[in-house]
């Protein structure tokens, strides 16, 4: 959304002006202008679509497990070693202790699916709040909150997980999730606020601030909207780095086995003797195949929003060029 | 000018004062707590009752009776003088552990940072300058499902097909066995040869990100006035590329290569374990699965400190290198 125009329209609904449009068709609008324009700007971006198909297949697999539309995974249910699609009873093929394959990848879906979004709720939620706050207010408010979020990201984060799932040992997927990302805001938080800095400076905030309105109602109805396309391209690379780094982790077997997870899966392949034979690759394919197609899913649909929020291509419908994105943060917060 | 340093160099101080405090504290928060079940395996190995403590006591360098300020004075004072206490479940001092291990972590995170940063940024700006073109849409499209690659998964499929199936690299391991670890020719190549698959594993998968990066950093320059001027002025392509385009694109990615080092230094904990290579995350797993809490601190606190110098390093560079980044930002306060 362009952000002027969008603060235009706020501004003015706040002052009970335009009384000549009902509540119906002011609805309509915002509807037309918030959602509709942006879902078919997003759906022509073959990106976003091949996006929404790949997570939508993702979660019907999850609604799959949830149902309990397939069997559910456990040991000596099939024959031993059984290859991919070499008996269409058990797709995938089954595992050294004759587990279904696709049974393990279907039966951890919904966890990580709850996990990853979860963490990515968690990390941006406050990285919005601490990154507004700290750009709007400036003085010490700033330098007190920057200082901290400094100090987080001094702290290398697969380790400090790693330590804290030991110490705590976190078995619901949601808290998981933000374990996992406990410490991902504060880059985040960060970049946004250089962007509130400059934000700040625009007329309508100025205007705002004169007229005497609070501080969390200027952040929430000047500052924030303008921050949206950041913030949704940004949630779909924390969740990207919470499968990830959730994955690795249960790779390595330092989170509790509670749940079923692709990195188990892995781990028992790694650790079952799927190395040493060609017998045996679709043990290790399966669970990684699984995890490139939600992370290629996850990604395609980031870079299509952000193509969507992004002005410059934006344009191309309407005319005028401003970037708000900043592309130089892309290679900072990616890390693994 | 001054003050900028002197306050840059403050926080450093503070920030590994506070982990470690933060590593003391949640010593205490392991479960069990920490020293319950060494305790229990000493006293198991038949070791008097009134030993044990001075054991543990040495161990970490904590009384275990006394109050807990007093645990966390002595803590922070044998860190300062470079003790770390001893390595329960390896009998060796955690400090010469971490000198022997920490090599190779800089090692393979180093060169493969490197790597990723020359490859991405050579990628990135051709595609930048071809935009649009046949070579622009493979190379991205090369780039978005490199992306979606964990480097695990890459490190467990060449670990498969590289070493286990084809022989061509070992599985395990810095050096060869029974090679000294000393300046000679044998050494080195046997440290290469361990060290190829895990740089290239750490390597490929993160090479697309800098690369997109890279790309669109460029675009955003070739777009500038000041590129259609020099365009104007008749500089030839090379200086235009080199002088113009190349040092404004690079420059936002230099504090991002910083902070990516270290941020792949965390990473090393998943990549060292896949190939049993000794290093600090090596270490760093061990230690949790045979609850060597001293050791695992240690490790903790030395990436750690790894990684603030390296922040602090691209900091303070950075406002060489950039004249715009002066002494901070002196914004007005609402």
Redesign the interface.
């Given at each position: 959304m362009k952000p002027t125009e969008t603060e235009g329209v706020d501004w003015r609904s706040e002052s009970t002006a335009a009384p000549e449009l009902t509540t119906r068709e002011r609805l309509r609008e915002t509807y037309d202008e918030q959602i509709r324009t942006p879902l078919f700007v997003a759906w022509a971006d073959w990106r976003t679509r091949f996006g929404f198909l790949i997570l939508g297949g993702y979660l019907l697999m999850a609604l799959v497990a949830v149902f309990g539309l397939w069997r559910e995974p456990s040991t000596s249910q099939a024959p031993r070693y059984l290859m991919a699609f070499e008996n269409m009873q058990y797709p995938l093929g089954t595992t050294a202790s004759g587990t279904d394959l696709a049974a393990l990848i279907i039966h951890s879906t919904p966890e990580i699916l709850l996990m990853i979004t979860a963490g990515a709720v968690w990390a941006t939620a406050v990285a919005v709040v601490i990154g507004t706050v700290a750009g709007y207010k400036g003085g010490r408010v700033d330098n007190a909150l920057m200082s901290f979020s400094d100090l987080v990201m001094a702290i290398p984060g697969l380790p400090l997980v790693i330590i804290l799932a030991v110490t705590f040992s976190p078995e619901n997927p949601i808290l998981l999730g933000i374990v996992i990302n406990i410490s991902y805001w504060a880059g985040l938080g960060r970049s946004l606020r250089s962007q509130v800095l400059t934000i700040r400076e625009n007329d309508y905030v100025e205007a705002s601030r004169t007229m005497g309105v609070s501080t969390p109602k200027i952040i929430l109805k000047d500052i924030i909207p303008n921050l949206m396309p950041y913030v949704t391209v940004n949630f779909v690379f924390a969740a990207r780095y919470v499968m990830f780094a959730s994955v690795g982790l249960y790779f390595l077997g330092v989170l509790p086995y509670s749940t079923q997870n692709w990195g188990v899966t892995l781990n028992f392949a790694y650790s079952g003797g799927a190395l040493f034979s060609w017998d045996a690759a679709h043990w290790l394919l399966a669970p990684m195949v699984a995890i490139m197609g939600l992370s290629l899913g996850l990604i395609l649909l980031g870079q299509g929003l952000d193509r969507v929020f992004n002005p410059r291509v934006r344009t191309r419908m309407t005319g005028k060029s401003e970037s708000t994105v900043d592309e130089d943060d892309a290679g900072i917060t990616e890390v693994l | 000018m001054v003050n900028y340093y002197v306050r840059r160099t403050a926080?450093v101080f503070?920030?590994i004062f506070?982990?470690a405090s933060?590593t003391f504290g949640?010593i205490r928060?392991?479960?069990g707590g920490p020293y319950t079940l060494l305790r229990t395996r000493l006293l198991r190995q038949g070791v008097p009752a009134a030993e044990v403590d001075a054991r543990i006591a040495n161990l970490q360098n904590i009384r275990p009776d006394a109050p807990i300020w007093e645990q966390y004075i002595d803590y922070m004072i044998a860190l300062a003088q470079g003790n770390l206490g001893m390595s329960i479940s390896l009998n060796e001092p955690v400090v010469s552990i971490l000198a022997k291990s920490a090599p190779w972590t800089v090692f393979v995170v180093l060169v493969s940072t490197i790597l990723v940063f020359v490859i991405g940024i050579f990628l990135g700006s051709l595609q930048a300058y071809w935009e649009g073109s046949r070579f622009d849409q493979v190379f991205s499209g090369i780039s978005?499902?490199l992306?979606?690659?964990?480097?695990?998964?890459v490190a467990?499929?060449a670990?498969?097909i590289f070493a286990?199936?084809l022989n061509w690299f070992p599985t395990a391991g810095t050096v060869g066995r029974g090679i000294e670890p000393q300046l000679s020719v044998a050494f080195v190549l046997s440290a290469l040869e361990h060290g190829v698959l895990p740089i290239f594993s750490y390597t490929l998968?993160a090479i697309g990100?800098?690369a997109?990066?890279m790309r669109?950093?460029s675009i955003?320059v070739l777009g500038n006035d000041y590129v259609q001027v020099a365009r104007l002025r008749g500089l030839s392509d090379r200086r235009i590329a080199t002088r113009y385009v190349a040092r404004n694109a690079i420059l936002?990615?230099y504090?991002?290569f910083l902070?990516?080092l270290?941020?792949?230094?965390?990473?090393t904990?998943?990549l060292e374990?896949?190939f049993s290579y000794t290093g600090l995350?090596y270490y760093?797993?061990s230690a949790?699965n045979t609850n060597d809490y001293p050791l695992?601190m240690g490790?903790?606190l030395v990436?750690?400190v790894a990684?603030?110098l390296g922040?602090y390093v691209a900091d303070l560079t950075y406002s060489k290198i950039d004249p715009r980044i002066s002494a901070g930002?002196s914004?007005?306060?609402?």
């Open positions: - | 926080r503070a920030t506070m982990v933060l949640l928060l392991l479960p978005i499902s992306m979606s690659v964990p480097f695990y998964v467990v499929l670990l498969y286990y199936q998968g990100g800098q997109l990066a669109g950093n955003q936002p990615m504090t991002g902070l990516l270290g941020f792949r230094l965390g990473g904990v998943i374990q896949i995350g760093l797993i949790l695992m490790t903790f990436i750690t990684l603030v922040v930002g914004d007005e306060a609402y």
